[in-house]
């Protein structure tokens, strides 16, 4: 007669062989390649799937990250965290550099729409579905996600390289925390992060006017890509009003659009935790049935 330690032993054995093959394999990583023209620093992280079944087109994602358009970097840890989620559920994906500090805008703009164009360009090395993109970014890189998204139809702003003839166009925009309106007052937090130095510096050349022509809730169109916003209640850089004003600008045009506000946090949040805390909302889930449902093949 088999003793009851060794069943339970045996039984142990059986469940971690069966956790270690439901786990996700680790994806593949590729760092530091080059997306922008030669004489630029700027690179992009590539992260693909572990594994793929022969002949399969993958989505495909940009993440932007966020630093007030004069810091940050495509390796920050949020990055990772949303990247690998992404590429765990079968997409690839990008994290990038780009132009950043005084007189950015809009060269960081161009950046963010040069890597769609990179995906695009390299569908086949990459086994990715090019008619099926999206861009998402957090705090900074949420503004730039949606400028991207919102004015593709509109042409403003379009590269004129590396990738002549190659469309910017996205099926989707996540929208992590990022301002929709650079003219807000001086007395909010983002209204006095944007006039004060340095940040005043990205948008100099324009003065008021580019404040205004680089804030996304102005370029929503009924032909705009579906938007999921998610932002934190507590958040005190950008005041989540920005999202309510966001959100219903999309409602205004009939643009599909999901917005979730989390209860009890702030900036900074990824798809898991915020200030090493687990969400109160489980958004991994929903940014990825957000993803599925718009960047599903197209009968």
């Not at 990008?94 to 164009?117: E, F, T």
């Not at 001086?186 to 404040?211: C, N, Q, S």
């Not at 898991?272 to 009968?299: G, Q």
Request: glycine letters at 10%.
């Amino acid at each position: 007669m088999i003793s009851l330690e060794r069943l339970l032993l045996g039984l142990a054995f059986f469940l971690g062989l069966a956790t270690a093959r439901s786990a996700d394999p680790a994806p593949q990583v590729m760092l530091d390649l080059a997306y922008l023209a030669p004489d630029r620093a700027e690179k992009l992280d590539l992260y693909l799937p572990a594994s793929r079944p022969p002949g399969k087109l993958s989505p495909a994602v940009v993440w932007i990250h966020g630093g007030g358009w004069t810091g940050g970097t495509k390796s920050e840890a949020r990055a990772k965290n949303i990247c690998g989620i992404l590429a765990s559920a079968g997409y690839v994906a990008v994290s990038i550099d780009y132009k950043l500090g005084d007189g950015a805008w809009p060269l960081n703009l161009l950046d963010c729409k040069n890597a769609v164009r990179f995906l695009r360009a390299n569908a086949a090395k990459y086994r990715l579905d090019p008619n099926r993109i999206a861009v998402a970014g957090g705090s900074a890189g949420g503004h730039l996600a949606l400028m991207v998204g919102l004015t593709t139809t509109k042409k403003l702003h379009e590269p004129d390289g590396p990738y002549p003839g190659v469309s910017n166009a996205v099926r989707g925009v996540i929208n992590m925390y990022g301002p929709g309106d650079l003219t807000i007052g001086p007395e909010t937090p983002l209204g006095k992060l944007v006039a004060g130095d340095p940040i005043r510096g990205v948008f100099a050349a324009g003065g008021p006017a580019a404040l205004a022509a680089a804030s996304p809730v102005n370029h929503v169109t009924p032909n705009s890509p579906p938007v999921m916003i998610l932002h934190g209640r507590t958040d005190t850089t950008v005041e989540y009003q920005q999202s309510d004003q966001m959100a219903a600008a999309l409602k205004a045009q009939g643009v599909p659009h999901e917005y979730i506000l989390l209860e009890n946090v702030g900036h900074t949040f990824d798809w898991t935790s915020w200030s090493k805390k687990p969400l109160p909302r489980d958004v991994r889930s929903a940014a990825l049935a957000f993803l599925e449902k718009h960047l599903s093949p197209k009968k």
